[in-house]
T-cell receptor
Framework: DTEVTQTPKHLVMGMTNKKSLKCEQHMGHRAMYWYKQKAKKPPELMFVYSYEKLSINESVPSRFSPECPNSSLLNLHLHALQPEDSALYLC??????????????FGSGTQLSVL | GDSVTQMEGPVTLSEEAFLTINCTYTATGYPSLFWYVQYPGEGLQLLLKATKADDKGSNKGFEATYRKETTSFHLEKGSVQVSDSAVYFCALSDRGGGADGLTFGKGTHLIIQP
């Protein structure tokens, strides 16, 4: 199994809603990442978990709250989002926190629309 | 800081044409270099990589050579197909033992016409 699975594929939410994005991998990877990608732009790193501990938070607003319940799962909890948060949210994993020759495995993403 | 510069598209070619997508980088250390491809509605997939100077990465007919002297990692393919239509991202990882992700270029949208 060389897949990173993200659910849901599409999500529409209002600014007062609370929702969660989920990511799962069964490759034994110990590093997991959340990226945000706006249309026609490159992915931007949000969070990195290494061995289930948050190691990188790229100054992401607190309305985004990551969680890593175990080594296979990564969640992103969303609360009180703004329309400008609408984007493709990509999860990725790697065997360890990215060394210079590591490969990232990406999921297909969750397309989020905030109304 | 680290950065990646690549030609912005869209790049439109006819099927069987020769493809070059330019990519140059700046980095403080000795980065590894990557090309990722993103098909419509999907996440990114690693296309090829090179970890040191003069390495050539290759996959699915695509090639790129790590040129330290010109700080470049240009992507080439001898004969493109319609199925190659996608967005291509050049990226680098320059984190040594304390890695925290990839630095991406802005992406090049490639359109191949039959």
């Amino acid at each position: 199994d060389t897949e990173v699975t993200q659910t849901p594929k599409h999500l529409v939410m209002g600014m007062t809603n609370k929702k969660s994005l989920k990511c799962e991998q069964h490759m034994g990877h110990r590093a997991m990442y959340w990226y945000k990608q706006k249309a026609k732009k490159p992915p931007e790193l949000m969070f990195v978990y290494s061995y289930e501990k948050l190691s990188i938070n790229e100054s992401v607003p607190s309305r985004f709250s990551p969680e890593c319940p175990n080594s296979s799962l990564l969640n992103l909890h969303l609360h009180a989002l703004q329309p400008e948060d609408s984007a493709l949210y990509l999860c990725a994993s790697s065997q360890a926190q990215l060394a210079t020759n590591e490969k990232l495995f990406f999921g297909s993403g969750t397309q989020l629309s905030v109304l | 800081g680290d950065s990646v510069t690549q030609m912005e598209g869209p790049v439109t070619l006819s099927e069987e044409a020769f493809l070059t997508i330019n990519c140059t980088y700046t980095a403080t250390g000795y980065p590894s270099l990557f090309w990722y491809v993103q098909y419509p509605g999907e996440g990114l997939q690693l296309l090829l990589k090179a970890t040191k100077a003069d390495d050539k990465g290759s996959n699915k007919g695509f090639e790129a050579t790590y040129r330290k002297e010109t700080t470049s990692f240009h992507l080439e393919k001898g004969s493109v197909q319609v199925s190659d239509s996608a967005v291509y991202f050049c990226a680098l990882s320059d984190r040594g033992g304390g890695a925290d992700g990839l630095t991406f270029g802005k992406g090049t949208h490639l359109i191949i016409q039959p």
